[in-house]
């Protein structure tokens, strides 16, 4: 490339010492001057090969939510058009300038949304099976979520292009391989969700479930069932969303319930829950603590502290350490052998913190896909 | 320089298996997991004491290479 004009400046007398000294002056200008320029170049292509895998990931994810509506679910017309109005509604949260009351709102506004989702599934549907339904339920709002992701990292990939904003750029492409593992963890929890199979998040149920086998249940709250059980001379009231649909149930409903509208006076409450691990730590690992043990928006968190410090009731937390792809991909082996170690320190929570003829509120959190009671 | 976005996943292979235990001896039996498995769901006669199993367990682990 600089032999040519090399010889050139060669024939007028230029040596190829200063050529060099030109050469490394040019290229000292151009990086010193447009540095800036050049990493917004190779952010905006870093930026925009993510773009187009999230792309891939939306697109898939909605075609095997139409699939599975239409051949598992037996959906009596097309619903493409239906699922595409689906991925676009927003759920706009309620106003936090005056935060007095702001969970009673959030969880008003929450449980619409589910009210919707799940009367849209069955208008999609007509007369489905509870399982079917709430599995087409997971894989629109799997969709739902990838499409949410792909607009905003477009939104931002082509803001930073339109104004040429290198730091806008720069935090994005930092920021696309954790969101690209996010999607990917969504995309691949459709396999799961498909096929109906226990996610990792659902080792709480799968736990509790022991406790509820055979034994008689009853509908505490929505999509959430309590069986009472005995173990050392204790009374448990044992609580799950109603499996083996793809529920959450609502457990702080059904624990204040339990408290409040029962008059159950339990000497403990013992929540189990898959927690998402830090980098480093084991899948499958178990930790032990105090409070309420639950994720999500913070509504039945909330209304299970309420519940409980109005009570003075203490909240016991036994966790069981997984990743977020982990949690909500088909169980793993690890997550499912660390049950049996995560039953037995829930006996053991049990008879040192309370004593015979104490009534005893033990809830399994978590998806309860694929697990019964 | 290198790229921010991670490349094609190198994901191992996982097989989905359910556990049935029978709820009289305790007789766990490992088979491969069949769309409708769920836990608590009744399996087959333990073939140990001809007793009622139930699922106790449905979980993935990875293909081991032959």
């Not at chain 1, 002056?25 to 905006?44: E, P």
């Not at chain 1, 894989?139 to 990838?146: I, N, Y």
């Not at chain 1, 029962?262 to 409070?291: H, N, Q, R, W």
């Not at chain 1, 299970?304 to 949690?327: G, R």
């Amino acid at each position: 490339m600089f032999i040519l004009p090399g010889i050139a400046l060669q024939a007028i007398g230029i040596d190829s010492n200063t050529i060099f000294l030109i050469f490394w002056v040019g290229f000292f200008f151009v990086t010193f001057f447009y540095q800036a320029r050049l990493q917004s170049y190779m952010a905006l292509n870093d930026i925009s090969r993510g773009l187009n895998k999230l792309k891939v990931m939306k697109d898939k994810s909605r075609k095997e939510a139409i699939d599975y509506l239409v051949n598992v679910g037996k959906a009596p017309s097309d619903p493409t058009q239906r699922v595409d109005q689906f991925l676009d509604y927003v759920t706009i949260m309620p106003v936090d300038i005056d935060p007095a009351g702001l969970v009673g709102k959030i969880d008003h506004v929450v449980t619409t949304n589910n009210d919707r989702v799940r009367a849209e599934v069955g208008t999609l549907l007509g007369q489905g099976s509870p399982v079917t339904i709430s599995i087409s339920e997971n894989l629109l709002e799997v969709a739902t979520s990838l499409n949410m992701i792909h607009k905003i990292v477009r939104h931002f990939y082509l803001l930073g292009k339109k104004t040429n904003s290198y730091i806008t750029l720069l935090q994005l492409q930092m920021l696309m391989p954790m969101i690209i593992q996010e999607a990917d963890a969504l995309l691949n929890a459709v396999d799961s969700f498909k096929l109906g199979q226990p996610v990792g998040d659902g080792i709480g149920p799968v736990i509790v479930s022991r406790y509820m086998a055979g034994k008689e249940k009853r509908a505490v709250a929505k999509d959430t069932v309590m069986a009472v059980a005995e173990y050392k001379g204790r009374k448990l009231y044992v609580l799950k969303a109603d499996g083996p649909m793809a529920y959450v149930g609502q457990p702080g409903v059904a624990i204040k319930k339990i408290i409040e509208e029962m008059g159950v006076k339990p000497s403990a409450i013992v929540m189990i829950d898959a927690a998402l691990k830090l980098e480093g730590e084991k899948t499958g690992e178990i930790a032990e603590g105090v409070g309420a043990a639950i994720g999500g928006i913070g509504v039945e968190k909330f209304q299970i502290e309420e519940a409980a410090t109005k009570a003075k009731v203490p909240l016991y937390a036994i966790l069981v350490k997984q990743s977020l792809l982990e949690a909500i991909t088909v169980m793993r082996k690890e997550i499912a052998e660390a049950g049996d170690k995560a039953f037995q320190v829930l006996n053991r929570v049990i008879e040192e913190k309370t004593k015979e003829g104490d009534d005893v509120v033990v809830a399994g959190i978590g998806n309860t896909l694929g697990v019964a009671q | 320089m290198m790229s921010s976005v991670p490349g094609a996943d190198k994901k191992s292979k996982l097989l989905v298996y359910t556990i049935e235990e029978c709820p009289a001896c305790g007789q766990k039996t490992k088979r491969a997991f069949t769309v409708g498995d769920y836990v608590t769901k009744d399996g087959a006669k333990c073939a140990k004491c001809s007793n009622q199993t139930r699922v106790s367990l449905v979980y993935a682990e990875g293909a081991k290479s032959s």
